[in-house]
């Protein structure tokens, strides 16, 4: 694998994709032709050199915490959460190694035969050797969800930053596609995402990339082009940090 060329800022990202995203316009489920999009982004980034590993979430499929689940206990409406980001997992795989992109899926939850079970050495050995990493199942405990499993996964693989991929191109100060009015934040410290309960993701994934000093890098993934523009310091998006100043 070449080395990334230095005008990318990270040479090692974990890139978040929620199950959402992987549903494009439908109303549910995985829409094919955006899990190709995001392959693509992802496998362009890759040849260049920069390593690559990929937590996706499943609630394209199914939540523990939804009306779906009913009045099913939550650890097992959980559990059939962490499955469903498998199947979206292995979508992913697919797409990518479609294109000629070497992949591995591991997963939290033991299931031999469809994925390697998560085994952290092995997982940083697949980066090094420039195969893109998928993580799937989360953290592989009910009660947490996949954004828990991409701040676990980015701290262990020793990540310079965790890419969150979602429908819009950062953190705004309310919903931008409900209030005209809201602006969106350049840089973002991680004590006012907490503080000012702004929905970047779980409290307690923002409490351990703090914890990490990992910076949480949000943007649009719809766009064809921005992963690489992130990467490399171009495009919108918002960084959240330590330092950043208070917004
Ligand atoms: N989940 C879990 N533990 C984990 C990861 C996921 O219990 O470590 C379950 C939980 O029910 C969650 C579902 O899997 O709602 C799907 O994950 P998530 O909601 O994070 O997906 P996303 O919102 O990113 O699509």
């Known amino acids: 694998m070449p080395d990334a060329p230095s005008e990318f ?13 992987l549903m494009g316009d439908q109303p549910y489920g995985i829409d094919m032709k955006t899990v190709a999009k995001v392959a693509e982004a992802v496998a362009r980034v890759a040849r260049e050199g920069v390593e690559i590993c990929l937590v996706i979430g499943g609630g394209n499929i199914f939540r523990g915490l939804s009306k ?21 997992a292995l979508a992913m795989q697919a797409a990518l190694e479609k294109i000629g992109v070497q992949t591995r899926v591991q997963s939290a939850l033991t299931m031999n035969a469809v994925a390697e079970p998560y085994v952290r050495r092995r997982a940083l050995r697949h980066l090094e050797k420039g195969r893109v990493v998928i993580f799937a199942a989360g953290v592989g405990a009910p ?9 676990l ?7 310079d930053a965790l890419l969150k991929g979602t429908s819009v191109d950062g953190v705004y100060t309310a919903d931008p596609k409900k209030d005209p009015s809201a602006t969106r934040y350049d840089t973002l410290s991680y004590h006012d995402v907490l503080a000012k309960d702004l929905k970047v993701m779980d409290a307690s994934a923002i409490a351990l990339m703090r914890d990490s000093g990992i910076p949480i890098v949000v943007f649009s993934i719809r766009e064809p082009g921005t992963l690489r523009k992130t990467l490399t310091g ?14």
Do not use: Q
């Not at 090692?12 to 995203?21: F, I, T, Y």
């Open 9 to 21: 800022r990270y040479k090692r990202v974990l890139l978040k994709v929620s199950g959402e995203v």
């Open 68 to 88: 779906a689940a009913g009045d099913m206990e939550r650890a097992t409406a959980d559990y059939m959460g962490m499955l469903a980001t498998v199947m979206n």
């Open 143 to 151: 009660f947490f969800t996949t954004d828990s499993g991409a701040a």
């Open 153 to 159: 996964r980015a701290a262990e693989m020793g990540c």
């Open 234 to 247: 171009k495009g919108t998006f918002t960084v959240i940090t330590s330092d950043a100043k208070s917004a």
